[in-house]
T-cell receptor, first 114, second 114 residues
Framework: KQEVTQIPAALSVPEGENLVLNCSFT??????LQWFRQDPGKGLTSLLL?????REQTSGRLNASLDKSSGRSTLYIAASQPGDSATYLC?????????????FGKGTKLTVNP | EAQVTQNPRYLITVTGKKLTVTCSQN?????MSWYRQDPGLGLRQIYY???????DKGDVPEGYKVSRKEKRNFPLILESPSPNQTSLYFC?????????????FGPGTRLTVL
């Protein structure tokens, strides 16, 4: 059974810092890995999706990497801003037949202090 | 605009009073799913549907029913809600077919069962 772990559970940084969020998964048989952002009480916003054949994806100040063989992904946020404060969720989509379920980590709550 | 809509967004009800949370998508997606999100437990899948008239249980289906009579709609039914079903619920949809595309999430429904 796929398990996804995110470390740390919470992170507080001063504005302007570069930071890395970590995600690990136990089963490397995945279609893709996706990073989401969730603001308090709100829905999920997809940030980046990395296909299993890819090593990284970039969008603006965000860069996500994937090492499928070791079961790890990182989300790098450059020059953090207070508006980046949110919970970041990592989700993997397995290749098991019949289900396209996303298996989520519990998230990292990021606070960027002005 | 491509989107997943859920209604209601907020609901307070009492134990045992049947309720339905609607979910609709306008992207002609085959796959739809329901998740619940609880503090410390993350997002867990309740039910999913690969296509019209095809539904299957996720990780936490007890106490819930779903139906998929039309491609665009996937309502979540709580026949006799209990306080342990107090949660934040998300509907999601995706192209299905074993592809590698992203999934789209609705804005969430916050349910409180008294």
């Amino acid at each position: 059974k796929q398990e996804v772990t995110q470390i740390p559970a919470a992170l507080s940084v001063p504005e302007g810092e570069n930071l890395v969020l970590n995600c690990s998964f136990t089963d490397s048989a995945i279609y893709n890995l996706q990073w989401f952002r969730q603001d308090p009480g709100k829905g999920l916003t997809s940030l980046l999706l990395i296909q299993s054949s890819q090593r990284e994806q970039t969008s603006g100040r965000l860069n996500a990497s994937l090492d499928k063989s070791s079961g790890r992904s990182t989300l790098y946020i450059a020059a953090s801003q207070p508006g980046d404060s949110a919970t970041y969720l990592c989700a993997v989509r397995g290749t098991q037949g019949g289900s396209e379920k996303l298996v989520f980590g519990k998230g990292t709550k990021l606070t960027v202090n002005p | 605009e491509a989107q997943v809509t859920q209604n209601p967004r907020y609901l307070i009800t009492v134990t045992g009073k049947k309720l339905t949370v609607t979910c609709s998508q306008n992207m002609n997606h085959e796959y739809m799913s329901w998740y619940r999100q609880d503090p410390g437990l993350g997002l867990r899948q309740i039910y999913y549907s690969m296509n019209v008239e095809v539904t299957d249980k996720g990780d936490v289906p007890e106490g819930y029913k779903v139906s998929r009579k039309e491609k665009r709609n996937f309502p979540l039914i709580l026949e006799s809600p209990s306080p342990n079903q107090t949660s934040l619920y998300f509907c999601a949809s995706g192209p299905g077919g074993g592809g590698t595309d992203t999934q789209y999430f609705g804005p969430g429904t916050r349910l409180t069962v008294l």
